[in-house]
């Protein structure tokens, strides 16, 4: 069921992508607020209660409907939820059309179209960004987009279905980016910012979370790229910066593909939430190993995502199979 669930939704999304703005991802951002601003009270257990609401009542509530659907209507609408779920949680195309219009301009020679089109994506300013830092920041945050809003919740979702607990963990994982997102130590502040208690506990909870899929989406990039550059860039970035889950990403994409990333986005919180400085140089510390990032590297970074995702669908296919037969 989790192989025909993900490839259905894959194909419905590629071609009726969920609208950024929509009224389901607008009531989960309004659930989420409204228990920060009725349970951070500011103390650690505060903060853990806060943020369990927030992120384990969504999919405590999609497990609920998909075991009411599958025990007492039958497996295809148990089927179709999970379609569901994983349409709303899959983002494809939340983050490539961003992707594709800095490229284009790119490619036409059009540096300062691309500035604007990143300053929007990210909300950033970027007036001063030379036109390499452009490629490597549009790599790294579209590299960190692919794995949280792709591989992440595959990832999830198919581990929490072998357990036969539904597409609820897709929604687990989506939530607890959020809470990262939102709440972290890098998130911009609010109005009424989060509590310390509540901040860190979204950092911590997040590291565990995302542990495990960053290293298989870096593992899946290390086999469809250059498999001895990811690993060595992998292993050289884990010894440096221990715990940080997107610098392993981002530190596999730069060995799979060649090219040379680094800063802000690889020491830490990825490439969500770094910052920019205009004409600034990366150190050679701070750096992976490869070439200046440049506008053919943007295509190699669309074909390794694709080839993943095609590895990834690939070995769930096996597994299906297998468990069919068996």
Known sequence: ?????????????????????????????????????????????????TWALAVG??????????????????WPL??????????????????????????????????QRAR???ARWKQVEVDQLPRSEIV??????????????????????????????GPSGAVLYRMAEFAARHWGAGAPLPEHPPSQALVRAAERAWMVIDWLPARLTALSFAVVGSFEDAIEGWRFHAQRFPGDNDGVVLAATAGAIGVRLGGVALRGRGAANAGFEAGGALGDSDATPGQEPQVAHLRSVVGLVWRSVVVWMLLLALLTLARLLG
């Open 1 to 49: 069921m989790s192989f025909f669930a993900i490839l259905l939704a894959l194909l419905i999304e590629q071609a009726r992508p969920l609208a950024r703005s929509n009224p389901i991802h607008e009531g989960l951002r309004a659930w989420a607020l409204s228990a920060r601003r009725n349970f951070d009270a500011g103390s650690p257990p505060h903060g853990w209660l």
């Open 57 to 74: 009542v969504p999919p405590l509530a999609v497990l609920a409907v998909y075991w009411a659907l599958l025990h007492f209507v039958g």
């Open 78 to 111: 148990a089927l179709v939820w999970n379609i569901v779920v994983l349409y709303i949680t899959l983002g494809f195309r939340q983050f490539s059309h961003h992707f594709t219009a800095i490229r284009d301009a790119l490619e036409e020679g059009d540096v």
């Open 116 to 118: 604007e089109g990143l």
């Open 136 to 165: 490597r920041h549009v790599i790294e945050y579209s590299v960190v987009a692919a794995h949280r809003h792709v591989f992440g919740v595959l990832a999830w979702f198919a581990g929490f279905a072998a357990l036969g607990l």
